[in-house]
């Protein structure tokens, strides 16, 4: 799930005390003023070998959701049967669903169909042949979150839809391969931005990745564009999502007015979503909520469609 600066998660940076072995980046501000107070310094937490372990667990955990409901997506089911899917395995793994309740949020997933760009609710909403769907996991574990989420495929894609899919794919994988020890958190971005708009789409700028372990949402605030060698230095022991959002058209967003939640892309455009949380090592990355095997109607494009 997504941290923003938007009315759904004002105040989600942590502006805590520091602890021990956290890294202080210079001069954090808030990408919205009121977030948290302009200049205030905020622990970016390290976390322990103790801490990567249950970090590892609850991940893995995670991703087999994901998958089952790659294996379980079809035509006519509702995004209530992906939330209803997902909530029975999260606690049959032990663990529980983080989104439920959280903030006020009603359900254990979130369900994003074509153009709802993050933060879908499930519903009755009747998946059709050609839909695109974002499912967003996020478990809790003995106190630590695991966050992940894929677009999946329902039947067979529009042209335009199986594009922006693929874009949302390769350009999680574009700012994965920029983490590392001693490396900036501008250079994600950039690399995501400079990938999605080459290939004709938008990079939604009001959604960013972030820390995360005993906290949902934490510091940093990792944005999916930006300047090369700006930002806070990337250091081994972090842990963060990252989780472009990426529209077919502009990137402006809107959030539904009614129920506060929903958030929509401004002009109606579809778009598509991919999260992973990583684990910042001295030689680059691990990806803590990789998956075993591919997801069905999602990863598995060639067996799916001809080219």
Known sequence: ?????????????????????????SGASSARPGCEPRGKRVAIDIK???????????????????????????????????????????LRQGARPAPLNYKGFPKSVCTSVNDIVCHGIPDGTVLKNGDIVNVDVTHVYEGFHGDTSATFYVGTPSPQARHVVEVARRSLDAGITQVRDG?????????????????????VRDFVGHGIGRKFHDAPQVKHYGRRGTGDRIRTGMTFTIEPMVNVGGWEVDVDPKDKWTVRTADGSLSAQFEHTVLVTRDGC??????????????????????
């Open 286 to 307: 691990e990806i803590l909520t990789a998956r075993t095997k591919a997801l069905r109607s999602s990863e598995n494009v060639d067996a799916l469609f001809v080219a």
């Open 183 to 203: 490396a900036r958190l501008g250079d994600i971005g950039a690399a995501i931005q400079e990938y999605v708009e080459g290939e004709g789409c938008s990079v």
């Open 1 to 25: 799930m997504s941290s923003t600066a938007g009315p759904a998660f004002v105040g989600l940076v942590a502006t805590g005390g520091t602890r021990t072995g956290s890294v202080l980046p």
């Open 48 to 90: 322990s070998p103790k801490e990567i372990e249950l970090m590892r667990t609850v991940c893995r955990l995670a991703a087999e959701t994901l998958v089952l409901v790659g294996e379980k997506i079809r035509v006519g089911m509702t995004t209530e049967d992906i939330n209803r899917i997902v909530h029975e395995d999260t």
